[in-house]
């Protein structure tokens, strides 16, 4: 028998929410009727494509709540790493507090190093040449390629060149 609380349906419980709030907050996204009569087609706004995205992570999260067919991996939720999945909430949070202060660079750096590390990797050498190479090559394609602006470097440097 099938148990009721799986990891998959955990995912999907979780996955559901997210949408569920990002269809609600993508409604708040104003709309720009000059932008809007110029590049996008009638009936389309800023709003549009998140909330089809919301609703395609709807309609794929109840799939995954409501699936009956068994898998071999399916494990009951008392199996759940609870640690690990708390760690990652925690790193989560203080990379989203980190990024302004410390920057881009490091920031990212430091939140892929110790994610790696709390999902097993105990390779120093190998953490931080994949975590800073990573972090750079994003922050490269992100800032160059698609013009977007990240400060990469940590907040008390611009303080100090002032």
């Not at 430091?110 to 709390?118: E, K, Q």
């Not at 190998?126 to 160059?144: D, E, G, R």
Request: aromatic residues 12%.
């Amino acid at each position: 028998m099938k148990p009721l609380l799986t990891h998959n349906r955990i995912g999907g419980f979780l996955l559901l929410i997210f949408c569920l709030t990002y269809a609600a907050l993508s409604q708040r996204i104003p709309s720009i009727e000059a932008v809007q009569s110029t590049t996008m087609p009638s009936g389309m706004d800023a709003a549009s494509m998140p909330f089809f995205l919301s609703i395609l992570g709807i309609l794929l999260s109840l799939w995954v709540i409501f699936d009956r067919a068994p898998t071999k991996n399916t494990q009951p939720a008392k199996d759940l790493n609870w640690w690990r999945f708390i760690m990652f909430l925690a790193l989560m949070l203080g990379y989203g507090w980190g990024i302004r202060p410390l920057g881009f660079l490091l920031s990212t750096s430091l939140f892929l190093l110790i994610g790696f590390r709390i999902l097993g990797e105990k390779r120093i050498t190998l953490l931080v040449a994949v975590s800073c190479t990573i972090a750079l090559a994003f922050w490269l394609l992100m800032s160059q390629l698609l013009g977007v602006h990240l400060e990469p470097l940590p907040s008390i440097l611009r303080l100090l060149d002032a």
